[in-house]
């Protein structure tokens, strides 16, 4: 199972999903501030907690410093499941 970004194409990739993401920097930017907004609000009935990894992944496309935690944790699971 494959999680993240294809560089290649510019797709979020969960599993077999795959979602284009927008041409323009600042349309990733405000799609994933947006969805991690969303899913801090997750408590409410339409919004859910789901939103604030999804939100992550598309703010990692552009930003060093999100990028460079999700590395780090996907790392960190990654020896945590080898043990």
Same mark, same amino acid.
Not at 48 to 54: D, E, H, Q, R, S
């Given at each position: ?11 979020? %990739?969960? +599993?077999?999903?795959?979602?284009? =993401? !927008? ?8 799609? $994933?501030? #947006?969805? %991690?907004? +969303?899913?801090?609000?997750?408590? =409410? !009935? ?8 999804? $939100?992550? #992944? ?26």
């Amino acid at each position: 199972m494959h999680f993240g970004i294809d560089p290649r194409t510019r797709e979020i %990739v969960i +599993g077999s999903f795959r979602m284009k =993401l !927008p041409e323009s920097r600042w349309m990733r930017t405000t799609i $994933g501030v #947006l969805l %991690v907004v +969303g899913g801090l609000l997750g408590f =409410l !009935p339409v919004l859910g907690f789901w939103m604030v990894p999804l $939100g992550l #992944l598309v703010l990692s496309h552009d930003s060093a410093f999100v990028r460079r935690q999700r590395r780090r944790l996907a790392v960190w699971w990654a020896s945590r499941k080898a043990r």
